[in-house]
C-alpha cells in the first residue's frame, strides 16, 4: 500500500504497535502534504507516539459509525472514557472499577447500576474496542470476568493516544444540535471562497463515498467533476492506482487492485458476493423490459418488488452459499441483504419504496455456466 492509502484506510499508527510503517510514514507524508491541505483540507498529526490523519467527510455517511457499537449507550461509555483519561498521563495505570465509579458518577442521561447485566456487557464491548484501537492497554486480568459480576476487575493502562481520538475544534460545540452542525464547522472561515470548499468536497467524497450521484445537494460538486474531470483523475493518480468515472448522473472512483481505502466494495465475504449475483439479476430485469430506467439513473422499486428479486436470488443461487445464508428463512435473508446494500450506499428505503442508486449498475457477478442452482431449504 502507497503512504497515502495506508493514513487514510487506517485511523491511526502507533508507533508501539507498528514502528517500522510509523517511521516509514513519518519520512514520506512530506511528499503528500500539500495534496492534503489544498485537495482534502486534511491536517496530519504527527507526534512521538503516533500518525494520525483528521478525516472528515464531506457530508454524514451510513457508514460512518462504529461498527463494533450496536446500542447509543456505547457511544455515551466511550466519551466517558474519553473524559476520564484526559486527567491520566501517558503510561498510567487504572483499575476498573475506578472507572465504573466515575461514569456512575457522571452520566446524567440515565442511572447506571452495574449489577445488571446489560449494562456490563455495553461497558464491555466499548473497553474490547479502546484496546483494539489502542487507546488502552490490558496489564492483568480479563474484562469477561466483569461481564460475570460487576465485583470483576482488571488493570489496565492508558497509552495516551486517546487525547487525539476526537477532533479537536475551533469553537465551542455544546450548542450543536446536528450532525450538520459539526460539518458547518468544518468550513468556517472559508465563506469568502466557495471554490475551495467545493474543490475539498469533491476530492472527500470521491475518496471516502461509493460515489457521487447527482441530485438538488451535489448538482456543484457534480459540475465541478465533469469540467475539471481529467486533471482530478491526474491529480489522484499521483498518488493511489485507480481510474475516475464519470457517467451521466454518477462519478466513481476505481481502485487498483492492489489499492485499499479502507472497506470497499466488493469485500472478500459471502455477503457481498450475494450482493453482486442481486444485482445481475436486476439488470437483467432491466434488460428485459421488467423495470424501467428514468433519466435521472435513481430507479424506484416497491420493497415487494426488492424482496421478489431477493428471494429469486436465494432460490436461484442459495446451494452454493455457506450454511449461514443457506439455512436463513426467506425474511432473514431479505432483511440482511437490504441492510447491507443499505450500509454500502447502493440503496436507500423510503417508506414503502426501495430506491436504487446507479451504483448497482457498475458491479454484477454470476456463477459458472455448469452452476447447479435450485431450491434451497429454509
Avoid at 507498528?18 to 492534503?36: M, P, V
Avoid at 464547522?185 to 470521491?206: A, F
Avoid at 472512483?253 to 445481475?280: A, H, K, Q, Y
Amino acid at each position: 500500500m502507497k503512504p497515502l492509502e495506508i493514513l487514510l484506510s487506517k485511523r491511526w499508527i502507533l508507533k508501539d504497535r507498528e514502528k517500522e510503517l510509523y517511521y516509514q510514514l513519518k519520512d514520506e507524508i512530506g511528499k503528500s502534504r500539500d495534496f492534503l491541505t489544498e485537495k482534502l483540507g486534511y491536517q496530519a498529526i504527527i507526534t512521538p507516539n503516533l500518525i494520525k490523519l483528521e478525516k472528515i467527510p464531506a457530508y454524514a455517511q451510513n457508514w460512518m459509525g462504529i461498527q463494533d457499537f450496536s446500542d447509543h449507550l456505547e457511544y455515551i461509555f466511550l466519551c466517558m472514557i474519553l473524559m476520564f483519561l484526559e486527567d491520566r498521563d501517558a503510561r498510567e495505570q487504572f483499575v476498573l472499577s475506578m472507572l465504573t465509579e466515575y461514569i456512575q458518577a457522571n452520566i446524567k442521561e440515565e442511572q447506571i447500576d452495574w449489577t445488571i447485566y446489560s449494562y456490563r456487557r455495553h461497558l464491555v464491548k466499548v473497553m474490547k474496542y479502546c484496546v483494539k484501537i489502542g487507546i488502552l492497554e490490558i496489564d492483568d486480568g480479563s474484562e469477561d470476568s466483569f461481564i460475570k459480576s460487576d465485583e470483576g476487575e482488571v488493570l489496565y493502562q492508558n497509552t495516551g493516544a486517546s487525547r487525539y481520538f476526537m477532533k479537536n475544534f475551533s469553537r465551542d460545540i455544546s450548542d450543536y444540535q446536528s450532525q450538520e452542525d459539526f460539518l458547518k464547522e468544518e468550513w468556517i472561515g472559508m465563506n469568502e471562497d466557495r471554490g475551495i470548499i467545493r474543490r475539498q468536497r469533491v476530492y472527500r467524497s470521491l475518496l471516502m463515498s461509493p460515489g457521487i450521484y447527482l441530485n438538488d445537494d451535489t448538482e456543484e460538486d457534480f459540475a465541478y467533476v465533469r469540467h475539471y474531470r481529467g486533471m482530478i483523475e491526474e491529480e489522484l493518480n499521483r498518488f493511489f492506482d485507480c481510474e475516475l468515472q464519470v457517467h451521466k448522473t454518477s462519478a466513481f472512483l476505481i481502485m487498483g487492485e492492489d489499492s485499499n481505502l479502507g472497506r470497499s466494495f466488493p469485500e472478500g465475504n459471502t455477503l457481498s458476493d450475494i450482493v453482486l449475483l442481486w444485482c445481475n439479476l436486476f439488470r437483467q430485469k432491466i434488460a428485459d423490459g421488467s423495470i424501467e430506467v428514468p433519466a435521472g439513473e435513481d430507479i424506484v422499486i416497491s420493497r415487494q418488488q426488492f424482496l421478489t428479486i431477493s428471494e429469486e436470488c436465494k432460490r436461484q443461487y442459495g446451494s452454493g452459499w455457506i450454511k449461514t445464508y443457506r439455512e436463513m428463512t426467506m425474511g432473514e435473508f431479505c432483511k440482511k441483504l437490504k441492510e447491507y446494500m443499505i450500509f454500502m450506499e447502493m440503496i436507500m428505503e423510503k417508506y414503502d419504496q426501495i430506491i436504487v442508486y446507479p451504483i448497482v449498475g457498475k458491479v454484477a457477478g454470476c456463477y459458472p455456466k455448469d452452476f447447479k442452482g435450485g431450491e434451497t431449504n429454509e
